[in-house]
């Protein structure tokens, strides 16, 4: 993948809970405005390792991390780093879609709000080009102030998408964001991240293979911690390298 | 008897042992409050709530006493309700997950259990002498200040805890700040719990007569306090001091300032429900 550009250089990282090793000497190079899939199975360290790129570990006490993850020739992953800003930079979206308990309007003005924009009519324009972006407008736009909770499940997890997408990320991390939806609302998601991708750097954790297959440009399959293969989806898929990445993309474990 | 047939006994017998108790305590508290009633009733009047203490029964009010008693409240409100809110949002949202943490937040636990009696005597020590403060109303505030911080700290701690931790994901995830995310998001869906819980702690603020006597506040005092440097008496004295009379009469009296000091109460709790409805429909739209 020499002729792809690299958003995010991943060098030695290590991830510790406590005394559990979760992430082991992980190297990647992740492109830019590309969708990358991270499958594996259940605690194989796909979603410490999103983790990690918006720093969301350092809410777990009990977290240690080494290496270096580059963005832009940064190590964000250096304890001097401003997470606030980085995680401007980096948005995310949860596998069990989490709008804030207010309004539809209030859910994705709140990210440009708390960075400072003010303008009513500023705000309003963000909120209609982010809710369209996330293919959301058309369903919400004549009940805007209703609250977020009267949606359905894939409805809310749009919203989660638009309210990343107010405050203007370069990459948006997506933890299992399907696995709470019924196959419609999936494949308008897997719809909405192949759009997406023209402008943002998508990296999606999926348990689901057919997704990985379906939307993703590059997969890494994780397994007990440690990144066993990375390479473009369809290589991975047809031809596997490794005799354990063949296993489970067959079905024989996990 | 097989097996199903003792089980089923124990389970009836558990059920009837429940309904007992139930029944006990409700008969018991109905009994309470019917003898209140009835001795009471006839005393109650807009005159009996407008006039001060008197040693002629039929010229006794409790203006004084219920006067006291909202200073007090409102008094010690302004000084618990901030410092224990605080305190809780450092412990649930700020301190580091350290044995010290723990220590304090057991010793917080403890504080809660210790007799009321024990914070009237820190109370007379520490503002009455210690400050120079006097049996004042300031004084007294402080003291039920005291004994109902471990109250608000706990009740605002578990609804703090009980915010699902995706909620302060999703603002973390957008580059909230730590304050941003507490201010904006986990206080405002944690606040129905808040607010009952800090009510329910005034309500027993609003009771407590031992602190009070311990730092001698007056059981007669016929004039309401103009700032928080007078001397005060306050709803519990004022029914201690009439029951402690001798003369039938004021037993009586008692048992109407007993009735109005369960309004308050029940005023109280009742803004506390209102308030968390209100605060629940707003969130869930």
């Known amino acids: 993948m020499n002729h792809e550009e690299i958003e995010i250089s991943v060098k030695n990282m290590n991830l510790w809970y406590a005394d559990n090793h979760a992430l082991k000497n992980i190297n990647m190079d992740i492109p830019r405005r590309k969708i990358t899939a991270l499958i594996g199975p259940s605690g194989c360290g796909k979603t410490s390792f999103i983790r990690c790129i918006n720093r969301m570990n350092d809410l777990i006490p009990t977290v240690r991390t080494e290496g270096e993850m580059l963005l832009n020739n940064e190590n964000i992953n250096h304890k001097d780093i401003d997470v606030v800003s980085l995680r401007k930079k980096v948005g995310m979206v949860f596998q069990k879609p989490n709008p804030f308990p207010s309004s539809i309007f209030e859910n994705v003005a709140y990210g440009p709000r708390i960075h400072g924009e003010k303008n009513k009519q500023q705000l309003a324009q963000i909120v209609e080009e982010s809710l369209k972006n996330a293919a959301l407008w058309d369903e919400v736009r004549d009940r805007i102030d209703r609250s977020a909770l009267s949606l359905s499940g894939g409805q809310q997890q749009r919203l989660c998408i638009a309210r990343t997408l107010a405050v203007h990320p370069d990459i948006i991390l997506l933890d299992e964001p399907c696995s709470a939806l019924d196959p419609v609302s999936t494949s308008k998601i897997e719809d909405l991240m192949v759009k997406l991708k023209e402008h943002y750097t998508i990296i999606i954790v999926t348990h689901n293979m057919q997704q990985a297959a379906r939307v993703s440009d590059y997969t890494a399959f994780f397994l007990h911690g440690e990144l066993i293969e990375f390479d473009e989806t369809k290589k991975l898929f047809k031809k596997p390298k490794e005799k354990s990445t063949e296993d489970y993309i067959t079905g024989r474990f996990g | ?285």
Do not use: H
């Open chain 2, 1 to 285: 008897m097989n097996l199903q047939q003792k089980r089923r006994r124990k389970d009836q017998l558990f059920a009837v042992v429940c309904f007992v108790s139930t029944i006990v305590s409700i008969v018991l508290l109905a009994l309470l409050l019917c003898d209140i009633f009835i001795k009471g009733f006839s005393w109650l009047s807009w005159d009996f709530i407008c006039s001060y203490p008197s040693r002629f029964p039929e010229r006794a009010g409790i203006k004084s006493a219920l006067w006291g008693s909202i200073w007090l409240i409102l008094l010690t409100a302004a000084l618990a309700l901030p410092m224990g809110v605080s305190a809780a949002i450092y412990l649930e949202e700020y301190a580091p997950r350290s044995r010290l943490t723990k220590i304090i937040e057991i010793n917080i636990f403890n504080l809660a259990g210790v007799p009321s009696v024990v914070y009237g005597i820190l109370g007379l020590a520490l503002f009455v002498r210690g400050l120079s403060l006097g049996k004042s109303l300031i004084a007294g505030a402080l003291t039920l200040s005291l004994l109902i911080l471990p109250i608000i700290i706990i009740s605002t701690k578990e609804a703090l805890g009980a915010v699902p931790e995706s909620l302060r994901e999703a603002s973390y995830g957008l580059g909230a700040s730590r304050w941003q995310t507490i201010r904006y998001q986990v206080l405002p869906s944690a606040m129905p719990w808040i607010l009952t819980g800090n009510i329910l702690a005034l309500s027993r603020a609003i009771g407590e007569t031992a602190p009070l006597i311990m730092i001698g506040a007056l059981t007669f005092v016929a004039f309401t306090p103009q700032t928080p440097l007078d001397p005060f008496t306050a709803m519990p004295i004022q029914i201690f001091n009439w029951i402690s009379r001798p003369q039938p009469e004021f037993a009586d009296i008692a048992s109407a300032a007993i009735i109005v000091l369960l309004l308050v109460l029940l005023t109280m709790n009742a803004a506390a429900i209102i308030l968390r409805r209100k605060y629940q429909k707003k969130l869930q739209g």
